[in-house]
């Protein structure tokens, strides 16, 4: 995590007190609503399962990707309440970033027994102008 972050410092800080009240082992809906809940309490913009759609040489296609959540208008957010990060969710967060042109994901487990989360950054991100 980079202390010259404070989004991502602020999301994932959200993540862990899920986590210490809501424990391990439930279903992901369940930590999709404590997450959005925390995020309000902490006055965190954000939007749940906002829809992208893929757009190929400036023509959208008929194909959108909905990454759980979007805060600060500008992180992807991808909760899971799995045994472990595998290489499916490290590469559902990566597409979700290459499909929205977005430069920064979380990815949040709630599974295990301490909260696990990756943070990637989309290198290729050019911003809007």
């Not at 939007?47 to 759980?68: A, I, M, N, Q």
């Not at 979007?70 to 909760?79: L, N, P, R």
């Amino acid at each position: 995590m980079a202390a010259q972050d404070p989004q991502t410092r602020a999301l994932i800080g959200a993540a862990m007190e899920v986590h210490r009240v809501v424990g391990p082992g439930l279903r992901e809906v369940f930590y999709q609503l404590a997450l959005a809940e925390e995020l309000k309490r902490r006055s965190i913009d954000f939007e749940r399962e906002k829809s992208f759609r893929f757009v190929y040489k400036g023509t959208p296609l008929d194909v959108e990707v909905r990454p759980d959540f979007v805060a600060f208008g500008e992180v992807i957010i991808e909760v899971k309440a799995i045994k472990e990060i595998g290489d499916m969710e490290r590469s559902q967060a990566i597409n979700y970033l290459k499909a929205t042109g977005m430069q920064r994901a979380l990815l949040l487990n709630f599974g295990p027994p301490s909260l696990e989360f990756e943070r990637y950054v989309n290198t290729a991100y050019v911003p809007p102008t």
